[in-house]
Every structure is written in C-alpha cells, then in structure tokens.
C-alpha cells in the first residue's frame, strides 16, 4: 500500500540493528555456518548477521525510493 513506508523504515532498521549487536554479532557474518557433518547430513551453527544486514538495504532501498504512482502517500500527498 505504500503508507509512510520513508517513517516505519526507521524503527524496523533500529530494530535489525539491535539484532546485530544483541545477538547474532558474536556469530560473524556468514548466515551458513557449517559447524559439523553428520551421516544425515550438515549441521548448522547460529546464523550470522548477514541476512540482518541485507534487511537493512532492502529498507534504505525502499525509504529512498519515495511514494510510487499508485501509493497511499502519493494519494494523500495530493490534498
């Protein structure tokens, strides 16, 4: 829908961050951390902050980009 996408980009981007430095900080970047091999198979380590980090682009990306022509910000802007 498009509605204050720039302004609710800002708390969710915080909240990636404070995943980052809380919690998966100590696990280094890599989201697949092979940590042993199994005959059923490999078995994954926590995950690392990379994904986190790609959330983040992905919001900046979309914060930037503004109201598209068919967004609810676009239409309330017109008022």
Do not use: H, K
């Not at 404070?18 to 078995?43: E, K, Y």
């Not at 990306?61 to 239409?75: E, H, I, N």
Request: proline share 8%; charged share 10%; hydrophobic share 50%.
């Amino acid at each position: 829908m498009g509605l204050f996408v720039t302004i609710l980009s800002i708390p969710l981007i915080i909240s990636m961050l404070v995943a980052i430095f809380t919690v998966q900080g100590r696990f280094g970047f890599s989201s697949v951390n092979t940590i042993g091999l199994t005959p059923s198979g490999p078995v994954f380590g926590p995950p690392g902050y990379e994904i986190n980090l790609l959330y983040i682009a992905g919001l900046v990306a979309l914060a930037l980009s503004g109201p598209t022509a068919l967004s609810v910000d676009r239409v309330l802007a017109r008022d």
